[in-house]
């Protein structure tokens, strides 16, 4: 139950979209986020073009706003 909780405080609704961070997909994986990266960009084609896109600095704040 604590990992649904965990899950759910780490989902954000950015341009219509729920959306998760990739450092909190890292954590989530217990990697650096830039591993998980990595690995994305060298398995392209296993996802959906919409799987993922760069959000702006303002989203950013924006999100980090709602954890306070």
């Known amino acids: ?3 649904i909780k965990n899950l759910q405080n780490r989902i954000y609704e950015l341009r ?12 989530l994986y217990e990697v650096y ?12 084609d296993r996802f959906p073009e919409d799987f993922m ?3 702006t600095e303002k989203e950013l704040k924006s999100i980090q706003g709602h954890k306070l």
Request: hydrophobic letters at 45%; charged letters at 25%.
């Open 53 to 55: 896109f760069q959000i």
């Open 33 to 44: 986020t830039k591993v998980l990266n990595q690995s994305v960009k060298r398995n392209i």
């Open 1 to 3: 139950m604590e990992i």
């Open 16 to 27: 219509e979209q729920r959306v998760i961070l990739d450092m909190d997909v890292a954590q």
